[in-house]
């Protein structure tokens, strides 16, 4: 039985300069997202004190630990409801992971928004936000969001910011500062291949996973604020 071939380097001058441009030329393939990403989000990112006046607040989920908000979760979600207290909102829309009876990202970010003095009515859940692409596309199609403030880290939120453009929802992104952790490089490390998959989701325009029916949440959650 023959073994596993090994790898064969280039023995000629030409045989390296070929390798070298492949190298080279695969370097700069993976860096266009990324650089798409920061060159199309510029100008629509800043803080919670710059954010403009918007009825909608976007909150992605990000984990839960317990049942409860995972820390980076809990930070966004305290964003939004200073958002909200300073008047710069009128309503969330919670969206993240509700595939297993057991977890329940949107429900946990609602409890925890109440419990930070985000009114009941005016927080919306969205329980199929699968990943990035399916909650911008499902806030506008099922939702019926055309503007919102998008919070998220910021090794995530220009992507927020473009998938959701794409979707059709004028957007502007909060990024939330956190500890440079393990878990934060992990996240920045892992964007650079996520920036891959959004311009793919740009350029295609994929269903989500689950569209379903139009939801009236946010109408209603915006008439019970008197917009």
Not at 114 to 134: K, M, N, Y
Not at 199 to 204: I, K, M, N, S
Request: proline share 6%; charged share 25%; hydrophobic share 40%.
């Amino acid at each position: 039985m023959r073994g596993p071939r090994r790898l064969r380097l280039p023995r000629t001058r030409a045989g390296w300069r070929r390798l070298t441009q492949a190298v080279a030329a695969g370097c700069v393939l993976a860096l266009l997202p990324p650089t798409w990403l920061y060159v199309t989000t510029g100008d629509r990112l800043g803080t919670v004190a710059g954010a403009p006046r918007t009825d909608v607040a976007v909150v992605f989920g990000a984990g839960l630990r317990d049942g409860e908000p995972s820390p980076y979760l809990a930070h966004r979600l305290d964003a939004a409801a200073a958002l909200y207290r300073a008047g710069r909102i009128e309503v969330v829309l919670v969206t993240g992971d509700n595939s297993r009876d057991d977890y329940d990202e949107p429900d946990a970010m609602r409890t925890y928004l109440v419990r930070h003095g985000v009114p009941d009515a005016r927080i919306v859940s969205d329980h199929a936000g699968f990943d990035t692409w399916d909650s911008c596309a499902r806030a506008k199609e099922v939702f019926g969001v055309d503007r919102a403030v998008l919070i998220s880290q910021g090794f995530h939120i220009r992507r927020a910011v473009a998938l959701c453009r794409a979707a059709g929802v004028a957007s502007y992104g909060v990024g939330v500062s956190d500890r440079h952790d393990v878990t934060w490089y992990y996240g920045a490390v892992r964007e650079l291949f996520a920036a891959g998959k959004a311009a793919l989701d740009v350029t295609f325009e994929p269903d989500p996973r689950f569209l379903g029916p139009k939801e009236p949440g946010v109408r209603r959650a915006l008439a019970d604020a008197g917009r």
